[in-house]
């Protein structure tokens, strides 16, 4: 391959579930293949809540992202592990509510880059880009996202749903406090993540994770917890996602699936 010839990008297995995949079907989405499905109807099996709970976790990050825009005044966004494109992406929540906001968007999925144009509209008065990175590459994640956002003004460093993916706690532990560490007073972190709410869930996961998809680790309250250390939390605080500033489209279900909270960066 010669320096001018694009890198190959790694061959997408549509025989194997995809998590970005499986939650599109939940969400109603159309990029998903029947491995995606037949998983997704096996978690339901296990436990009807399951499609309920990625709904509610996509309202919790509008509800997020709302509170950032609207409330804290937030006009630059960097999200990590974006996913697939659905529907209240973070670019269409922030520029409804501010049409200057700026917004960028990180991933290095193969399954996620063939939809990158999804997530690469904007309002004329902002923008939205994409840095396909590894976002365990600090360095790599902020260059990219410094020629989209100013990084001397504050941030919301947004995470939903994607830590889960890194199976050793204390390096996603590390991670968030590496990319914090280097944002500027006033800046946000705004994180979600799954938990284990009773021995069906943690056996729905475990199921799931032995089928050769990307495992994703649920982690108690107390865990999610630690992510904010040092960080001013937001009311209501660390809760349930149905829980955090609830609205009129807020769903409700007997077990909770995920915690999550945003807080400020002093």
């Known amino acids: 391959m010669t320096d001018d010839q694009p890198a190959q990008r790694p061959r997408i297995d549509t025989s194997v579930a995809h998590s970005a995949r499986v939650w599109n079907y939940w969400l109603g989405g159309k990029d998903h293949y029947p491995a995606d499905q037949a998983a997704g109807l096996a978690y339901e099996a296990a436990l009807p809540q399951a499609r309920q709970w990625a709904q509610e976790s996509r309202a919790f990050l509008r509800r997020m992202i709302t509170y950032l825009a609207a409330e804290a005044g937030i006009r630059q966004f960097l999200d990590l592990g974006s996913g697939l494109p659905t529907v209240n992406n973070t670019h269409e929540v922030a520029q409804r509510i501010a049409p200057d906001a700026r917004i960028v968007y990180v991933d290095h999925d193969p399954q996620v880059l063939v939809h990158v144009g999804a997530l690469l509209t904007s ?3 902002g923008a939205t880009a994409y840095v396909e990175a590894d976002m365990r590459d600090t360095d790599t994640v902020l260059a990219g996202a410094a020629d989209t956002l100013d990084l001397s003004r504050p941030v919301a460093l947004v995470c939903a749903d994607v830590l889960g993916h890194i199976e050793d706690f204390d390096e ?13 007073p006033g800046s946000y972190l705004a994180l979600s993540h799954c938990d284990a709410d009773g021995p069906e869930h943690r056996a729905a996961q475990d199921a799931y994770n032995a089928t050769g998809a990307i495992p994703y680790i649920l982690r108690t309250p107390q865990q999610i917890g630690r992510f904010f250390q040092g960080l001013e939390l937001v009311a209501p605080g660390l809760v349930s996602w149905p ?3 609830p609205d009129a489209t807020t769903g409700t279900t007997a077990i909770r699936a995920g915690w999550g909270a945003v807080a ?3």
């Open 172 to 184: 996603a532990l590390d991670l968030i406090e590496r990319i914090v560490r280097r944002l500027p």
């Open 264 to 266: 400020r960066i002093p």
């Open 243 to 245: 829980n955090w500033r």
């Open 123 to 125: 309002t004329p008065e």
